[in-house]
C-alpha cells in the first residue's frame, strides 16, 4: 500500500509542537523538540524531493550578509518544496551597504509579512538580537564564530543514523581542524555533549579558542593520537577569510599535520565515518581520495540529511498547533 507523503508527515509529526519560535542556538532545543525534528527531517528523506503544499501562501526571505553557497540554496530549495514564496537578500543588495542597521533592515522585511527569515552575519549575535524585534521567525544560518545550529542538527542526524541509535553514549567524536573561527564548532559540541559523546579537538595551539577544555572535551595537538579509535571523524576548514591562515606557517604545512588522509582515517575504528561541513578544500582539509569514494565519507549525506533538516524546521516553525506566537520589542 502506498502511502501519502503528507499523511506520512502528519501521522510522525502527531500532535507535537517545537518549544521554540526562533532558532539561532542549540541550546534552545530540549530533548522533546531534537526528538520531533528527527522524526519529521527522516519523514521528509522518505519522500525525497516531493512538493508538499503545508507553506503555500507563506514566504521566506534568505538574509545573508555573508557570503553563502550551500546554506542559502538549501533554505530556498527546501522552502519551495513547501510551496513557500522566497527572496534571497545578500550583503552586496541590501541597505546595509548604505549605512543601514541590521534592524532597521529586518524591520523592513517584517513589513513584508515574512513567516521566516534566515539571517547569515559576520558578527555573534545579530540573529539572536533580530529575534526579539520581528514577528517573522528567524532562524540563524550561521553568525559569526558563535554557532550554525543547522548545521548540528544535519550532523547529528547522519551520525545517529549510521549508528542506528538515538543517543552517541560510547561513541567518540573527534573534530580536527580550525577550532576558533568555526560556527560550526560551536553548534556541534553542544549537541554532542547533549548526546552524550565523547569530543576529542585536534588542532594547533593558534587555532583553538580560549576555554575550548570548558565544553568537557580532550584537546590534542597530535591528529594522530586524536583519531586512533575514533567513530567520527569531522573535519573543519582553515578559514582564510577570518584571518586563519596567519595562525598557521602554511596551509602544505598545516595538511601535513592535520590533513585527513587514508593513513590518518584508518586510525580511526573501521566502521569510522568521515564528515565535514562544506566547502571541503581537498589535499589539505581532507585529501581528494576519500571525499566522495572513500565508503567512509559521508559528506553527501550531510548535504542530504541538511535539506531533511531544514524541511522540518520551516514545516515546523510555521505551522504550530498549540497557538503559541512571539512576544516581540519594538526599538
Not at 502511502?3 to 532545543?29: C, E, G, H, K
Not at 528523506?45 to 501562501?57: A, L, Q, S
Not at 568537557?216 to 578559514?239: E, F, K, S
Request: with cysteine; glycine share 6%; charged share 25%.
Amino acid at each position: 500500500m502506498t502511502v501519502n507523503p503528507a499523511d506520512d508527515l502528519i501521522q510522525t509529526r502527531a500532535s507535537r509542537d517545537l518549544s521554540f519560535l526562533d532558532l539561532v542556538s542549540i541550546d534552545q532545543v530540549t530533548d522533546k523538540d531534537f526528538s520531533l525534528i528527527m522524526d519529521v527531517a527522516r519523514a521528509f528523506r522518505r519522500h525525497g524531493t516531493y512538493k508538499f503544499d503545508f507553506n503555500k501562501g507563506l514566504s521566506l526571505m534568505n538574509a545573508f550578509f555573508e557570503s553563502s553557497t550551500r546554506t542559502m540554496a538549501s533554505f530556498d530549495l527546501c522552502a519551495k518544496q513547501l510551496s513557500m514564496d522566497t527572496s534571497n537578500l545578500s550583503s552586496s543588495s541590501s541597505s546595509t551597504t548604505k549605512g543601514e542597521s541590521y534592524l532597521d533592515t529586518a524591520l523592513t522585511l517584517d513589513s513584508y509579512n515574512l513567516k521566516i527569515i534566515t539571517v547569515r552575519t559576520r558578527e555573534a549575535g545579530v540573529p539572536e538580537f533580530l529575534a526579539r524585534h520581528v514577528n517573522a521567525g528567524i532562524i540563524s544560518a550561521g553568525d559569526g564564530w558563535h554557532e550554525h545550529p543547522t548545521q548540528g542538527l544535519l550532523d547529528a542526524l547522519t551520525m545517529l543514523d549510521h549508528f542506528k541509535s538515538t543517543t552517541l553514549e560510547g561513541r567518540t567524536v573527534t573534530i580536527v581542524g580550525d577550532i576558533l573561527h568555526s560556527r560550526v564548532f560551536g553548534s556541534l559540541v553542544r549537541l554532542l555533549k547533549k548526546l552524550k559523546a565523547t569530543v576529542r579537538v585536534a588542532a594547533p595551539e593558534t587555532l583553538l579558542p580560549v576555554g575550548v577544555e570548558n565544553f568537557g572535551l580532550t584537546v590534542y595537538h597530535d591528529a594522530d593520537a586524536a583519531i586512533t579509535g575514533a567513530d567520527v571523524v569531522y573535519a573543519l576548514r582553515v578559514q582564510e577569510e577570518r584571518g586563519a591562515a596567519g595562525f598557521i606557517p602554511t596551509l602544505r604545512e598545516y595538511s601535513k599535520m592535520y590533513g585527513i588522509s587514508k593513513r590518518r582515517l584508518d586510525l580511526a575504528k573501521p566502521d569510522a565515518i568521515l564528515m565535514h561541513p562544506g566547502p571541503v578544500r581537498r589535499d589539505i582539509d581532507v585529501h581528494s581520495a576519500l571525499v566522495a569514494v572513500d565508503e567512509r565519507s559521508h559528506i553527501l549525506q550531510q548535504v542530504e540529511n541538511g535539506a531533511a533538516v531544514r524541511k522540518a524546521l520551516l514545516w515546523l516553525m510555521t505551522s504550530r498547533l498549540n497557538g503559541k506566537k512571539k512576544e516581540i520589542v519594538r526599538k
